[in-house]
Each structure stands twice: as structure tokens, then as C-alpha cells.
């Protein structure tokens, strides 16, 4: 597998060579994460007429997925069968490579069986912090989070990176982003250090001291910053373009264009939170919850007020949703977005918008995960999305996102 070392979001090569023509094997892999939870994953193959295999042209014909797809065996990991269901690939520390290793077994073994002898086997890294870049740790002011810069004198791109309604700091994007040349700021709004522990009311203001911090930095470019956020991140990207001028480019990755969950408060103005209906969830036989229709429904005059007011953005607008998302109707959040700024006459949109793919739409290559456990809710939680799409609107989008943030922040 080359190259044995490099960037967590770019493809590698898998050959296997010395085998017989024909020859049926399994290629798996096995990960674990920072809590030594184990994740696997396996494919079919048959070797070529000269005895060998290459991911990159020869297609799976069973496993956890069928086609050629070089990175499959990468994506579709998934937690072991002994471990807990429903747990997330991600790194919690991206200083250190998650190690994976790709073994090749005689013969076709089906996923959660006992595979055949070991043939052969290679040990691949996935770095998330590049030689050079450097991670900082923020206590400025109210504002907590890392700050990731590339290494060399800048000044880069600066761009303020969110996630969901999980909380806590998450920072491989960001990691993934200064490896790409950006400066990368990692938000966590709640559930951090001395932040609040849970997700109520937000102040803007706090979200404008990171972009006025991020602005002023000297490594950083400007004149402005740019966002990304997933879920509620998202939405969060859309408020802060809209009101805050140092922002002038956002990304929402699986947003809703109205204000949701908690209350958000800028000065003298405040957008209500749309609630979820408890009510409105169900619950499949296997104890999966769907929380698809549970959001208050944005398009409801009696929650205009919730509505973020993006029209006021003098800035750039990159909307991506997976159209399979079962969290939320992203989709038809993107629309209603892209109407309200047609409306007021604004063409400064772009919209990635995927069959197939699910809610969490992550840097390529993180494993797909159609149920995971809600952090705060403590069940499982219905993403949505087919693992092959999904990977694929996640290797698509990251290099679409990317065009775009150098393209508004220079």
C-alpha cells in the first residue's frame, strides 16, 4: 500500500502481487481508535491473469462493497463485531496517524466471519497534521479552540471550522485544512473547557471575537475570514456571515437556514431556536431513532422569526447537502435558502447537492456511519445515506470546498 505514510484525505494505492491467476482472496482492514475500540472492514477479489490485484482498476465482487473503489476498504470500515454498534472512526487526536492495517486472506470470506489464512499484509498511516503545521492552543479573550497554521511565513487563508450539536472540540478538519494551506481556527461553542455545558442560548458576539481574533492574526490574510460547519455548525456559518462583516465566504455542509435548538442573541436581536417534536420521532424495531420529521417545519409563518436573514451577506455562499440526509430535510433547507437570496435579487450561491448521501458529509476517506450514537440524546440516531455515495460526495465536495475557500479568501 503506498504511499505508507501520508495525508488522512488522499487516496493511496493497493497492489497485491504473487498470487495465482484467478486466485479468490479477501483484502480487509483493521483500525482502532484512540480507545482501542476495533474497526473493520472487507472486500472480494480475484487476481488477475498474471496473479495480481490492483484496487485502483480491479473491481470487489462481494465484501462490504462491490465495484472498483480504491478506497473502500477505508470508508466502509465500520466497528467490529464485538464492539458497541453505532460508534464513529473519527480521531480525537490528530497529532498522532491512525494506523490501519490491510491484510490480504486466502479465499472469500463473508463480513463478521472467520477469514481465511493470512497471506500477506502492509501497515498504512493516515496523517491529519502535515510535517510543519502547527497546532495552537486558543484561551483568547471568550474564545477556546485550536488554531492550525500551515507551516512557512502565510499570511494563508484563515477559515473558522464548527460541527453539530455534539459539542466539544473537533479538529481533524481543521488539521486536514492547514495541511491544505488554510489557517484554521476549531470552534467548540459548548461542552469545552469553560464553555456551557450544554447547547442553550448562544451569543453571536462570541463567534465575532473568533473572527475579529482570526482576522487580526498575523499569519492570516484577509481582509476577511471564512466558515465551515456541519449541522448546526452550518447554520451557525450562515448566521455569521449574515451579520458579522469579517465573514465573507460560507460552507454549510447539512445546515437548515432557519435558527434551531437554541436561541440565538446579537445585540438587540434574537432568532428563536425551532424546537424538535419528541413526538414526531420514530423508533424501528432494531431501537434505531428517526428524527426526520421532528423539526419544527421552517416554512410555518409562525416561525419566520427563526429564519436567518441571509440576504444581508455581502459574502459567499457554498451550500452542500446529501440528498439521503435522514437528520434533517438539508435539501429542502438549501432550497428555501437559495430562494430567499433569488428573491432579493443574489446570485452569491453554490450548491453540492448528492443522491445518496447521508447528514454528516466529512473529509474523504472517514468511514461511513448511516447510524451513529447521539451524544446527547444517548441513542441511535438515523444519518441516512448509501456508504459508496456517501464516499463519494465527500471526496467530491472536499476538493469543490476547498476551490471555493481559496477563491473568496485568496
Not at 477559515?159 to 467548540?188: K, N, W
Not at 455545558?197 to 492574526?217: C, P, S, T
Request: net charge negative.
Amino acid at each position: 500500500v503506498s504511499p505508507a505514510a501520508g495525508p488522512a484525505d488522499e487516496r493511496v494505492e493497493t497492489r497485491v502481487a504473487g498470487l495465482s491467476p484467478g486466485q479468490p482472496v479477501t483484502l480487509r482492514a483493521v483500525a482502532a481508535d484512540e480507545r482501542g475500540c476495533l474497526f473493520q472492514s472487507c472486500a472480494h477479489y480475484r487476481a488477475d491473469s498474471r496473479g495480481e490485484l490492483h484496487l485502483g482498476t480491479d473491481a470487489s465482487h462481494g465484501g462490504d462493497y462491490t465495484g472498483v473503489e480504491p478506497m473502500g476498504l477505508f470508508w466502509s470500515l465500520a466497528p467490529a463485531g464485538m464492539e458497541r454498534p453505532y460508534q464513529r472512526l473519527v480521531p480525537r487526536n490528530t497529532s498522532a496517524p491512525m494506523k490501519v492495517e490491510v491484510l490480504v486472506h486466502q479465499g472469500h470470506s463473508l463480513p463478521g466471519s472467520m477469514p481465511g489464512p493470512v497471506m500477506a499484509k502492509a501497515e498504512v498511516q493516515r496523517l491529519f497534521t502535515a510535517p510543519g503545521v502547527r497546532r495552537i492552543r486558543l484561551k483568547e479573550g471568550v474564545v477556546r479552540g485550536s488554531l492550525f497554521l500551515p507551516p512557512g511565513d502565510g499570511p494563508f487563508p484563515g477559515v473558522i471550522d464548527m460541527y453539530g450539536d455534539e459539542g466539544g472540540l473537533i479538529e481533524f478538519r481543521s488539521s486536514l485544512l492547514a495541511t491544505h494551506g488554510f489557517a484554521a481556527l476549531s470552534l467548540p461553542y459548548f461542552d469545552f473547557e469553560d464553555l456551557p455545558r450544554i447547547l442553550k442560548d448562544l451569543k453571536l458576539e462570541y463567534f465575532e471575537e473568533a473572527a475579529r481574533f482570526l482576522q487580526r492574526h498575523p499569519k492570516v490574510k484577509g481582509p476577511g475570514v471564512g466558515v465551515i460547519g456541519t449541522g448546526k455548525g452550518a447554520e451557525l456559518a450562515l448566521s455569521m456571515i449574515t451579520f458579522l462583516p469579517e465573514v465573507v465566504a460560507a460552507v454549510s455542509i447539512s445546515g437548515c437556514s432557519s435558527n434551531t435548538v437554541a436561541d440565538l442573541h446579537y445585540g438587540e436581536t434574537t432568532l428563536p431556536g425551532l424546537h424538535f417534536d419528541m413526538e414526531k420521532v420514530t423508533v424501528s424495531e432494531s431501537g434505531v431513532f428517526d428524527v426526520f420529521e421532528a423539526l419544527d417545519d421552517p416554512m410555518n409563518p409562525a416561525n419566520s422569526s427563526s429564519v436567518i436573514p441571509i440576504e444581508k451577506a455581502e459574502g459567499h455562499f457554498l451550500l452542500v447537502v446529501g440528498e439521503d440526509d435522514r437528520m434533517w430535510k438539508s435539501s429542502l433547507y438549501a432550497e428555501l435558502a437559495i430562494r430567499r437570496l433569488r428573491q432579493h435579487g443574489k446570485e452569491n450561491f453554490e450548491l453540492l447537492s448528492y443522491p445518496g448521501a447521508g447528514h454528516r458529509i466529512d473529509p474523504p476517506s472517514t468511514p461511513f456511519c448511516q447510524v451513529a450514537m447521539d451524544r446527547v440524546l444517548g441513542v441511535p440516531v438515523l444519518g441516512g445515506g448509501e456508504s459508496k455515495a456517501h464516499a463519494h460526495a465527500q471526496e467530491h465536495s472536499w476538493g469543490k470546498i476547498q476551490e471555493f475557500l481559496h477563491l473568496h479568501l485568496g
